[in-house]
């Protein structure tokens, strides 16, 4: 008889060994869409969420300009949205993403995956077909997800490593918006 835990990391490793070609795959696609445009890649986060500030934080890594949302949603997204981004890649309340993308899709933006992460680990997503790859991520990826919705925003999957996977559990939402072409 086999140990739940054995089963439950095997799946894991299962799941992970199938999310890598999918991740390079969408990851690349979603690359070349955010390369197309001038206005390159947008990372928002919310900085009293412990998954935003640790996306930011991966982002840094990886050289990415992470920008906390911050005072008038209305006018800050307004403002970031002149730059024309490609591509908008956030992790926030449910509240924030819904102004961001009611205000981006004014500006021309479509969604292309909403995540919600539960505060029980569980993971509901919401992608267009081309996007299934970030709901994959998201899964396999456990308590690290908002490090590895870092490397898919900005290409570092080469610098994948293993983390410590311990991080506090919490509700956050993960979303990308891309422009519409």
Do not use: K
Not at 142 to 159: C, D, H, N, V
């Amino acid at each position: 008889m086999m140990d739940n835990a054995m089963v439950t990391s095997r799946r894991t490793l299962l799941a992970g060994a199938v999310a890598v070609p999918l991740l390079a795959i969408g990851g690349a696609a979603l690359m070349q869409q955010a390369q197309a445009s001038t206005g390159g890649t947008l990372l928002l986060y919310d900085e009293d969420l412990n998954a935003g500030r640790r996306f930011a934080a991966q982002a840094q890594i990886l050289r990415g300009q992470p920008m906390a949302l911050n005072g008038d949603r209305i006018r800050f997204m307004r403002d970031m949205l002149r730059q024309e981004p490609s591509a908008i890649y956030g992790v926030s309340r449910y509240s924030d993403q819904l102004m961001v993308s009611d205000i981006a899709r004014e500006a021309g933006y479509r969604p292309l995956a909403l995540i919600q992460h539960r505060a029980d680990g569980g993971v509901v997503p919401q992608c267009q077909p081309a996007a299934q790859a970030i709901a994959t991520v998201a899964s396999v990826a456990g308590g690290r997800w908002p490090e590895a919705f870092a490397e898919l925003a900005l290409g570092g999957t080469e610098q994948c490593s293993t983390g410590d996977n311990r991080g506090a559990i919490e509700a956050a939402m993960s979303w990308v918006l891309v422009r519409r072409g």
